[in-house]
């Protein structure tokens, strides 16, 4: 079973940048897509950022330009950087593992997850 532990989340202004790390078990890190989720008080939780076993990733439109995903496969650690942050950047963050997917591609939806942190919170003051 993968476990993972997020860090990095705070407080921060508009404007402002913070660097999210998810520490992950396991040896087949490399093999399985990751992402990373939000989701703020009284919504859904939200697709971020994803990336496959290759490196190659996507995003929502919202954050496309200012958050970048990416993964040191030595470390089994993923990140996610986020600049220019904005208030509706508020949220609880969460990274999330798909350990039965290696084909490249990388999901988009909660129930492809099938391992998750128990999140980092992001607050962006205006």
């Known amino acids: 079973q993968v476990q993972l532990v997020e860090s990095g989340g705070g407080l921060v202004p508009a404007g402002g940048s913070l660097r999210l790390s998810c520490a992950t078990s396991g040896s087949t890190f490399s093999r399985y897509a990751m992402g990373w989720f939000r989701q703020a008080p009284g919504k859904a939780r939200e697709f971020v950022a994803g990336?496959?076993?290759?490196?190659?990733?996507i995003y929502v439109n919202s954050v496309k330009g200012r958050f970048t995903i990416s993964r040191d496969n030595a470390k089994n650690t993923l990140y996610l950087q986020m600049n220019n942050l904005k208030p509706e950047d508020t949220a609880m963050f969460y990274c999330?593992?798909?350990?039965?997917?290696?084909?490249?591609?990388?999901?988009?939806?909660?129930?492809?997850?099938?391992?998750w942190g128990q999140g980092t919170q992001v607050t962006v003051s205006s």
């Open positions: 990336v496959n076993w290759i490196g190659s990733s």
């Open positions: 999330a593992a798909a350990t039965r997917e290696s084909t490249g591609y990388v999901p988009t939806t909660t129930n492809m997850y099938d391992a």
